[in-house]
């Protein structure tokens, strides 16, 4: 099951936005194409990644080597996420508000089916 989450980030400690989303991988960093995009010269282009695991759990994943990434003020390359986490990367703050459960989508399953479709021909292949 997917989740829909809500974020709140921070930069300096003021709010820039509320970012909502459904994505199984959510990203972190300075890149235009990380779901969490935000303009802190502390930032890596890919510094974390929060993953919404197929049993629900949610973990968080630090990529960055020059910054930690802190998890509740924590150092964590790696831990379990839950609502109310605060995430530190860099100057920014993003802070895990809300986790509910998505509508599902029509059509082909959005960005989720050509991953699943090559991870069902592997397996049909590998039998």
């Known amino acids: 099951m997917t989740y829909l989450l809500s974020f709140e980030i921070r930069v300096d400690g003021e709010l820039r936005r509320s970012v909502m989303t459904d994505e199984r991988n959510v990203t972190i960093g300075r890149s235009a194409g990380a779901v969490i995009q935000a303009d802190d010269a502390a930032l890596d282009d ?14 968080l994943l630090s990529y960055s080597d020059l910054q930690p ?25 993003v802070t895990l508000l809300e986790r509910r459960a998505a509508a599902r989508r029509g059509g082909l399953g959005g960005d989720r089916w050509f991953p699943n479709l090559f991870r069902t021909m592997r397996r049909r292949l590998t039998r």
């Open 46 to 59: 890919l510094h974390s990644v929060v993953l919404q695991q197929d049993d629900g759990t949610m973990v």
């Open 69 to 93: 990434t802190l998890l509740n003020g924590e150092p964590a390359r790696s831990a379990h996420v839950s609502e109310g986490d605060v995430i530190q990367c860099g100057n920014t703050t």
